[in-house]
């Protein structure tokens, strides 16, 4: 009886110590994706500063601009006179995502979690901490004319830090397969088709984006000479432009599929026309259009939602099913790639300072539902003519 108490409290006690090794290890690695994100960019504008000999800023100010960068990637709005900048740069905010990813997965493999439970758990060790130590960057982040709020830099370091830390947590216990293949076929069919249509979508809307870019390479180029500031700004200026490509390709797909997108307030650019009015000078609104779509870019922008749709049709008619299933989750693909499509949107969107450009990037819902419309149908065709080939 005695041995039995005595297993039963060490086993207790190393639940408890378990436990607690979780949450102190989760702190570290999201102070470590903090760390590393943060460092990495202060890197880059220090030596911008340090390089730039003509610069009237302190090694302080290009400080509080890395961390404002920071923020900004993560979507929580810098106050500014006038308004408000919230547009975050996609591929920065890919790069702090995949940091937590990383450190949560790698805690994850060393704690040896592999139930769902732990996943929970260790999501929680990594998320809570980072949405905390995003308070006090926003903090730092803080001048006179640039204010971050403490509040929403909370709010948006938990959703990036549970989000990431969840995504890493899974993969670090290889679940994600494992999930996966527990799904139901008609969720999971649709899901897998979907995402694979809004990735053909990407794909092309991201090389029209580049042809376009190198088509008005001179024009994109002048504006970069407009803005000055030698050869490190220029430096400065191209990351910038790169790190905005994801949402600008974003804006192509608004643009193929219809509803088009926003340029400021009151500036609408679609395939039957364009209003953009004044554009501030960026190399990226070289590519915006200034009048009715080329018939050739109607051509291209019909030949991606076919291709996403016929992506999608040809997961779904690779299993040996009637001809009512096959097009109902072709149906479904399209809804899962819409729902895709208006996430990219909204996180893709957002305000990027005063006046005109309160308002930037596409509709979420607009957009969502017009590709989910428009892959809907190609899905459902091809996958119906697929299987009537098979003869069912």
Not at 360 to 376: D, I, N, R
């Amino acid at each position: 009886m005695t041995e039995l108490l005595t297993r039963a409290r060490t086993s207790s006690y190393d639940d408890a110590a378990d436990s607690s090794s979780v949450w102190w290890r989760g702190a570290l690695a999201a102070l470590w994706a903090v760390a590393v994100g943060v460092a990495s960019l202060v890197v880059i504008a220090l030596v911008a500063w340090a390089a730039d000999s003509r610069t009237g800023a302190s090694a302080a100010q290009a400080v509080r601009a890395a961390l404002q960068i920071w923020l900004v990637g993560q979507r929580v709005p810098l106050r500014v006179e006038g308004g408000s900048i919230a547009l975050a740069p996609l591929l920065v905010t890919l790069g702090l995502a995949f940091l937590v990813a990383r450190s949560t997965a790698v805690l994850t493999r060393g704690q040896q979690i592999d139930d769902v439970r732990g996943v929970g758990r260790v999501s929680l060790a990594v998320g809570v901490p980072y949405g905390v130590l995003t308070t006090f960057v926003a903090a730092g982040a803080s001048t006179s004319s640039v204010h971050p709020s403490p509040a929403a830099a909370l709010a948006c370091g938990l959703v990036l830090g549970l989000v990431a830390a969840g995504w890493g947590a899974a993969r670090g216990a290889e679940l994600v397969r494992v999930s996966a293949d527990l799904l139901p076929e008609r969720v999971r069919v649709p899901l897998v088709a979907g995402g694979a249509a809004f990735a053909v979508m990407l794909s092309g809307a991201t090389l029209l984006l580049l042809t376009t870019l190198v088509l008005h390479l001179g024009e994109a180029t002048r504006s970069a000479d407009m803005l000055g500031g030698g050869v490190v700004a220029a430096v400065a200026l191209a990351a910038l432009t790169i790190a905005l490509i994801p949402n600008a390709a974003v804006c192509a797909i608004g643009y193929l599929a219809g509803p088009g997108f926003a340029v400021g307030a009151g500036a609408t650019v679609t395939l039957t026309g364009a209003r953009p009015g004044a554009l501030p000078t960026f190399p990226l609104m070289a590519a915006v259009p200034n009048g009715p779509a080329p018939l050739l870019v109607e051509l291209v922008g019909i030949c991606i939602l076919v291709g996403a749709g016929v992506t999608a049709a040809l997961l779904v008619a690779r299993e040996d099913r009637a001809l009512v299933p096959s097009m109902g989750l072709a149906a479904g693909a399209g809804a899962t790639a819409g729902l895709i499509t208006a996430v990219a949107a909204a996180l893709a969107a957002g305000p990027a300072g005063p006046g005109r450009m309160t308002v930037l990037g596409v509709s979420p819902w607009q957009t969502g539902l017009a590709v989910a419309g428009e892959v809907a149908v190609v899905a459902c065709g091809a996958a119906g003519a697929l299987t009537w080939r098979r003869g069912r």
